[in-house]
Nanobody, 125 residues
């Protein structure tokens, strides 16, 4: 199973980026998927997650109203649209698959079985 995250880069504060995470080797249509991030010197934190159907979505408070997660099960891909970016959003962003959470969107990194390699997002002030 491989998760390929892409779309990161350098952007000025207030700008936007769209991250993509394409999965191969596993049909993710029946599983919840999440985005996490890890800033230098900090622990990996949950950002947002989406249930297999897309009906349930959860965002960490710091990104509510600015970030939007979506998925295209036909393409085995999950997206993260990030708007109004702030310097504190600077981090490596990881996508992950949770095969055992059922219909729930779980926030603990340990709940997710497969991880992408990460894509770096840098927001300049």
């Amino acid at each position: 199973v491989q998760l390929q995250a892409s779309g990161g880069g350098l952007v000025q504060a207030g700008g936007s980026l769209r991250l993509s995470c394409a999965c191969s080797g596993l049909a993710v249509s029946m599983y919840a998927m999440g985005w996490f991030r890890q800033a230098p010197g900090k622990e990996r934190e949950f950002v947002t997650g989406i249930s297999w159907s897309g009906a349930d979505i959860y965002y960490v408070d710091s990104v509510k109203g600015r970030f939007s997660i979506s998925r295209d099960n036909a393409k085995n891909t999950v997206y993260l649209q990030m708007n109004s970016l702030k310097p504190e959003d600077t981090a490596v962003y990881y996508c992950a698959v949770d095969r055992y959470g059922g219909v729930a969107v779980r926030t603990a990194p340990g709940s997710y079985e497969f991880w992408g390699q990460g894509t770096k997002v840098t927001v300049s002030s």
